[in-house]
């Protein structure tokens, strides 16, 4: 299958980007090195391409009464303007993608996974009869920036018409970012404060290329995914494909907070209501190593004899250390136990540790 490229292909690779498949896309990986963009988000801010995600528009008469019964969280609760993660769930109560929802007066916008994109509009639009409402993809028409860091307001505020310090944490606002018309929410997937960017496709250079500008003396940097996925480790927020899918629930993530069983019907709630009165089967926990290794996705762990499962595992730079995610049974998940990984064959010491390994900004 071609991969796909964004319309920052050409501005990547002048960057020296390293580019890489990713998801049906062609995407940086790096620019220089992860350990040093990882920083660079932690202390100044970093600016993401992440266009390769999917934007849905749920419209209608009916549209709130829909995506009640579509995800898991509630919608109701969201003023004009607020924004919240959520979840899809199967009737079993696996997870078909987790989702960001911001609430705007005109309708509902959905921001989905890359690679789920064409899932999630299907499953989506398959539950439509009996709604009066409309379902539509806007990905293609529409870009999709990162910006994320302790300076990210400070660098953002200087080329934009709103007042970044009226949009809250999960809020969004309208204005416009280098004379771009955009669509501003305070959300993100690093673990520290920053935005999401939403705009018109054929403004990606100039909006870009006008934050690393205003960015540049503050040390604002491009980064890739593999700095992306570190950045998300360390706080423990899930990655779909590893931490989430159909075969693992939300409750089993940790993300309880994102399921309320209490709102009325929704597609998987029996199921989720069902593993909230009697505990989930298994339990997603943080690994520190204790023993020499890297533990990787879907290695073995050993717990007093029971099998689990690492779901993302690498060096985290922030703390210092190798460590993982893995779901473990449930009964056994306990801080301090100490389990075995199995690296190459050989089983390797490692702890379970408090999670998450990094507080993010939003929880200090």
């Not at 709630?269 to 943080?286: N, S, T, Y």
Request: include cysteine.
């Amino acid at each position: 299958m071609e991969l796909k490229r964004t319309n920052l292909y050409d501005t990547h690779v002048k960057l020296g980007a390293r580019m890489v498949p990713f998801a049906g896309w062609e995407m940086p990986v790096q620019y220089t090195s992860p350990l040093e963009e990882h920083a660079t988000v932690r202390s100044a801010a970093g600016l993401f391409d992440i266009d390769h995600m999917g934007q849905v528009i749920v419209e209608g008469p009916d549209a709130l009464d829909f995506l009640q019964y579509m995800v898991t969280s509630d919608p109701s609760t969201l003023a004009e303007w607020e924004a919240s993660y959520s979840l899809l769930c199967y009737a079993d109560g696996g997870t078909v993608d987790d989702i960001f929802i911001y609430r705007l007066p005109e309708y509902f916008y959905v921001v989905v996974n890359a690679a789920n994109l064409a899932k999630d509009v299907k499953w989506l639009r398959a539950h439509t009869p009996g709604f009066d409402v409309t379902v539509t993809d806007v990905s293609e028409e529409t870009y999709m920036l990162a910006f994320q860091g302790p300076k990210a307001q400070e660098v953002l505020q200087s080329i934009c018409d709103v007042d970044l310090s009226n949009v809250p944490f999960h809020a969004s606002a309208r204005g416009r970012v280098a004379g771009v018309e955009c669509l501003i929410g305070n959300t993100g997937y690093t673990g520290e404060y920053g935005y999401e960017l939403f705009f018109d496709a054929s403004q990606a250079e100039t909006v870009w290329n006008a934050i690393l500008e205003a960015g540049e003396p503050h040390g604002v940097k491009p980064i890739g995914l593999a700095a992306r996925d570190s950045l998300r480790f360390e706080p423990c927020l899930p990655l779909y494909g590893h931490e989430l899918n159909a075969d693992i629930s939300p409750l089993e993530a940790g993300l309880g907070f994102a399921v309320r069983t209490n709102k009325g019907d929704f597609i998987g709630r029996d199921a989720l209501l069902k593993q909230r009165l009697e505990g989930p089967p298994r339990k997603l926990v943080c690994l520190e190593m204790v023993d020499r290794g890297v533990p990787r996705e879907h290695y073995e762990v050993i717990v007093d004899g029971q099998k689990g499962v690492v779901t993302s595992g690498m060096f985290a730079p922030t703390v210092e250390s190798y460590a993982a995610m893995a779901l473990i049974p449930r009964e056994l998940a306990e801080i301090g136990k100490e389990v075995e990984v199995v690296i190459r064959g050989k089983p390797r010491k490692a702890r379970i540790v408090k999670r998450p390994f990094y507080i993010p900004a939003y929880r200090r």
